[in-house]
């Protein structure tokens, strides 16, 4: 629906490839199968992620290596997979979402909370293996962005106005502010910014 809503739109289809990104070999094809259609990719935005609830003592094993194969493992991979087109091309732009619930602290998922401190490590380290390259790693910090799903499962008007009360900016943040922050580190105007996790949470924690 939304690919014939663009066409209408824009005249443009986009490349909607459907795919389990727990499975590698899958992932890395689909990643082929639109650099075949387009040419090499020139951005890459790893931003698959679950946030399900979960304690310390209700986690198996099976539950840990899910978690990991959604939320940390296609980062690695995909970056695997486009570093070499990007390389050809000159340069390129790797985002990849983290969290700022690591540094919040917040119990209520640990494993959620390792794969997202995990992620803003892999970002360093691919930045500095990538650089030469011309091509640019950073990670994206959202704080709470209510979407449906966040509203339709976790944001009780309690847990909102605590929150709120946490950020300096008072109002909630919406998926356009994380669009548009994906989009400046994507671009020509972010050029020199690489190693970096970028919050964009309304004020809730700091950096540097």
């Not at 493992?73 to 990849?96: D, E, S």
Request: hydrophobic share 40%; aromatic share 6%; net charge negative.
């Amino acid at each position: 629906a939304f690919v014939a809503e663009m066409q209408q739109k824009h005249g443009i289809a986009p490349l909607y490839l459907q795919c389990d990104i727990t499975d590698v070999a899958a992932l890395q094809d689909a990643i082929r199968e639109a650099a075949e259609a387009h040419g090499p990719i020139s951005m890459l935005v790893n931003n698959a992620a679950n946030d399900a609830r979960h304690s310390l003592q209700d986690y198996s094993v099976e539950d840990w290596d899910r978690g990991m194969a959604v939320n940390l493992r296609p980062h690695f991979f995909t970056a695997q997979a486009v570093a070499p087109g990007m390389k050809q091309l000159g340069g390129g732009a790797i985002i990849n979402f983290s969290s700022i619930s690591y540094m919040m602290g917040s119990a209520g998922y640990p494993g959620y909370a390792t794969s997202k401190s995990a992620i803003t490590g892999l970002t360093r380290s691919l930045a500095r293996e990538l650089g030469p390259d011309g091509i640019r790693v950073n990670s994206l910090m959202p704080g709470w962005v209510l979407t449906q799903k966040q509203l339709d499962q976790w944001a009780t008007p309690e847990d909102l106005e605590t929150h709120l009360g946490r950020q300096c900016l008072k109002e909630h943040l919406a998926p356009r502010d994380i669009v548009d922050a994906t989009l400046f580190l994507a671009s020509q105007a972010s050029r020199m910014m690489t190693g970096q996790a970028m919050v964009v949470d309304g004020g809730v924690v700091v950096t540097g």
